[in-house]
């Protein structure tokens, strides 16, 4: 019996607990993966990382580098994992993919996170956190994004001891479970539920994780192996140990019925060696923990400090080229700058002249534009002159209309004068004197004619203005219309037309009538404006 606890406590010494509780650190996002034949799935990957490279398809092939780093990281190989996480990088960069970037520094925040590497890992986290926040719309892909975040920094902070912290973002998960209509908050409980279990509230955890067993089992039941061990811890802290151990049983048993979380069973059986050891099972202890110090072994010498001085190397090399790059970057800018200031003074040089020349055609059309507004004034200038002059022409022609007129009236009443002298002397001679009667009349007419074909000539506007305003008028009214614009009286055309007063009174009504006059309108003025 003596032996056989020699030998525990060796196993004990040999296999502590913080080198197993290092192998189960890992957050959620990568303990829940289920690698069955990971070989194959690597080059399954790789192949098409190679194809979508090819094809240009650079969103497809940083899903593929993410799915290759995850299987290298489940599988404890990480200076693998940590090269195809900053290549998936560079190419989300590249194309300033916001989403996958979010996602990467995720993963490489849980990376440093196992090599308890605490404030890089802090470091990637919010930068996640940065990036999805910066997504352009608000929509379910940001805040999934930042739901994982969180998730991942709350599961982070509870294995630092930070359970205040931790609680703290697994309420921001919640808000962002709001956001998405997520109603189902079995990983949130079921993480609140192992903060309890470390601070003895096992009661609270209990109710926390005991309610979403059968969701678990339907929906991913590879979670049961997280769940069943919380469990565990929870019935072994409160003394419960025929419970404890049945928690820790079907832990072992979904690892290996589901093929997954591997990573946990060294610590499972290190858990049952702890509770044989306590209820006095010694033999079930050695066992056990016989067996956690192999398994921890085959999968923590993987992870052993080797791998960490090789992720630190890796991380010094990245930061090294990072720098040689950022040289380069430099030197290119400045050869880029010098080639700026050239072009720069070429352009001033180009715009001067481009703007010299625009001044210079501005004065031009500027010259032209007046030139030719000038020599427009000057044609309306002499145009109104031309009118001026016309219309004076025309004023002189019908004052000298008017005067022939008014000798005429004078000469018919003189003629009228001679005819009734003649008429009273030669009773006699009534023959002779008819024909000069008749030779007067017939010169009469003559001049009338001709006095007519003078007014038309003088004024072919004015008949023209009155043909097509008031169609309907007569050449007698057209004879009227030219008397009166020469402002003759009624008398005066009685005696121009050989019609008594009287009947001109009544051409003149007749007139106003046909012209569509009011009472109230100048007859002179009508035609006068014509």
């Not at 979010?102 to 940065?130: D, P, Q």
């Not at 929870?234 to 990573?263: M, R």
Request: net charge positive.
């Amino acid at each position: 019996m003596k032996s056989a606890i020699l030998i525990f406590l060796f196993l004990l010494l040999v296999n502590p607990y913080n080198s197993i509780s290092q192998i189960n650190r890992q957050p959620l996002e990568i303990q829940n993966l289920k690698i069955i034949n990971p070989d194959s799935l690597l080059s399954e990957h790789k192949e098409d990382k190679l194809k979508y490279l090819s094809e240009g398809d650079t969103l497809s092939a940083i899903n593929s580098l993410i799915e290759i780093s995850t299987i290298h990281s489940t599988t404890g190989n990480y200076p693998q994992s940590y090269d195809g996480y900053w290549e998936a990088l560079i190419y989300s960069k590249s194309i300033s993919d916001s989403t996958y970037m979010a996602k990467i520094y995720r993963k490489l925040g849980t990376l440093y996170s196992i090599f308890r590497r605490e404030e890089k890992a802090v470091h990637y986290y919010e930068l996640s956190l940065k990036v999805a926040r910066s997504f352009i719309k608000e929509s379910k892909k940001r805040y999934k994004s930042i739901n994982d975040t969180y998730y991942i920094m709350a599961s982070h902070h509870r294995e630092q001891g930070n359970y205040g912290l931790s609680e703290k973002y697994l309420d921001s998960c919640r808000i962002m479970y709001n956001k998405l209509s997520k109603t189902n908050y079995a990983f949130l409980d079921a993480e609140q539920g192992y903060i309890y279990s470390h601070l003895a509230k096992y009661d609270e955890a209990l109710d926390l994780l005991l309610p979403h067993e059968a969701y678990f089992k339907s929906s991913y039941p590879e979670y049961l192996v997280m769940l069943y061990s919380f469990l565990g811890d929870v019935y072994f802290g409160k003394g419960d140990y025929s419970n404890g151990e049945t928690y820790y049983l079907k832990a072992l048993e979904s690892s290996k019925k589901h093929q997954s979380h591997s990573n946990y069973v060294p610590n499972l059986y290190q858990k049952l060696g702890d509770l044989y050891f306590i209820t006095d099972q010694k033999d079930l202890a050695y066992k056990n923990l016989q067996l956690s110090k192999n398994l921890s072994e085959q999968l923590f010498g993987l992870r052993s400090i080797n791998n960490t001085d090789i992720l630190e190397i890796k991380d010094a090399f990245r930061i090294e080229n990072e720098k040689q790059n950022k040289l380069i970057e430099n030197a290119k800018l400045n050869r880029l700058e010098q080639q700026q200031k050239t072009l720069f003074f070429r352009n001033i040089a180009l715009t001067v002249s481009i703007v010299s020349l625009i001044l210079i055609s501005g004065i031009i059309v500027w010259y032209l534009h007046k030139r030719r507004k000038s020599e427009k004034q000057d044609f309306l200038n002499r145009q109104k002159l031309n009118k001026e002059k016309n219309t004076e022409i025309l004023a002189s022609k019908n004052r000298e209309l008017t005067s022939s007129a008014l000798q005429l009236i004078q000469k018919d009443g003189l003629i009228l004068e001679i005819k009734d002298t003649l008429t009273a002397l030669n009773k006699g001679n009534e023959r002779e004197i008819k024909q000069i009667l008749t030779k007067i009349k017939i010169n009469k007419n003559q001049d009338w004619k001709e006095f007519n074909a003078r007014f038309t000539s003088v004024n072919k506007a004015f008949y023209k203005a009155l043909s097509e305003k008031f169609p309907e008028l007569t050449r007698r009214d057209h004879r009227l219309c030219a008397l009166i614009k020469l402002n003759f009286s009624s008398k005066e055309i009685s005696s121009l037309l050989g019609i008594s007063s009287e009947s001109v009174n009544t051409s003149r009504y007749r007139l106003r009538k046909k012209m569509g006059l009011k009472k109230e309108d100048n007859l002179f003025e009508a035609i006068a404006r014509l």
